[in-house]
């Protein structure tokens, strides 16, 4: 899919809210608009989404100009201040049981804590949102806005005025963008420098111009599905190891069968017994007159 904004332009009450502005941005694509802060971030993120009309000019998805509502449930806006920006009272609880709300899914506390731990904040859930570092807030306001399955584009609204290193709001959008979204990230010109885009400061007529496309990626990589907010660091690899080869044992043999064998096998000679051998004859008399022989114990045939 394909959003193409053609001689766009957006009129205030006394200045040009947005100067003319073609843009093209499509599903797989990441794209960085840089532009100093108050010169039509705003007014782009909306009427590049169906939110606001424009004064002059078109816009299409897929080469077709279609109803505004037709666009805007194919779009969502992330952190637009003043349009889409959570209240900096809230927690982080509350803001995700609102953006999965607004996504039509169901948000129990028990479907908030699930979200929260499949992205390790349960610890976070009790923090305003505004005490969240940058990079953590931009990335959970971009997934809770795709929660919603009929979401194909993704505008990511100055994520560099909430601090931290641009690298990390950017990959969040080149991750959101290799899971098939098309993705918009506007920022300040400064911030499009430190990302590596060589652009030379607003001078003189520059400071009044619209935000231009700086840099346009295709992520190569697709995520397992839309609205990952982050991509977790590849294991490190080290040489690889052979497994070590245990040594073959014997088996042990089988108690059965070694019983067996010892009652097939005859017992083992006995020793030979070394007691000297008596050589006092052996009486051969019978043993009925060696009983009439011996003595009798009465003591009446001892008197006679």
């Known amino acids: 899919m394909q959003i193409t904004l053609s001689g766009v332009r957006v009129d205030g009450r006394r200045d040009p809210m947005l100067e003319a502005t073609d843009l093209a941005w499509s599903t797989g694509e990441c794209l960085l608009v840089a532009g100093e802060p108050g010169h039509g971030h705003t007014a782009l993120a909306l009427v590049a989404t169906g939110r606001f009309v424009p004064s002059s000019g078109t816009v299409r998805l897929d080469g077709a100009v279609v109803p505004p509502p037709a666009l805007r449930a194919r779009t969502a806006v992330v952190d637009v201040p003043g349009i889409s920006e959570p209240d900096d009272a809230l927690s982080l609880a509350d803001v995700v049981a609102e953006g999965l709300a607004l996504a039509g899914r169901r948000s129990l506390p028990r479907d908030v804590t699930r979200w929260l731990e499949e992205r390790a904040l349960t610890e976070d859930r009790g923090r305003r949102v505004d005490q969240l570092p940058g990079v953590v807030r931009t990335a959970v ?18 994520p560099d005025r909430h601090g931290g290193e641009p690298s990390g709001w950017w990959e969040t959008a080149r991750t959101l963008a290799a899971s098939g979204l098309g993705v ?7 911030s499009a420098r430190d990302l ?3 652009l030379p400061p607003a001078r003189g007529a520059t400071l009044h111009e619209p935000p231009q496309v700086v840099r346009r990626e295709t992520p190569g990589a697709p ?8 991509v977790l660091p590849a294991a490190e690899t ?6 070590e080869v245990e040594d073959e044992l014997e088996p042990s043999p089988d108690p059965d069968a ?18 000297p051998i ?5 009486d051969d008399t019978p043993i009925h007159d060696s009983m009439a022989a011996t003595p009798a114990d009465d003591p009446q045939e001892e008197a006679r």
């Open 238 to 243: 080290g040489p690889a190891v052979e497994p």
């Open 223 to 230: 995520a397992e599905e839309p609205g990952a907010t982050a």
């Open 258 to 275: 070694r019983a067996e064998e010892e009652l097939d096998d005859p017992p083992d000679a006995a020793a030979p017994d070394n007691t």
């Open 141 to 158: 306001l971009a997934a809770l806005a795709t929660e919603n399955p009929d979401v194909r584009f993704v505008v990511l609204t100055l």
């Open 196 to 198: 590596g885009v060589d």
């Open 278 to 282: 008596d050589d006092t004859p052996i």
């Open 184 to 190: 918009l990230v506007q920022c300040t010109r400064s």
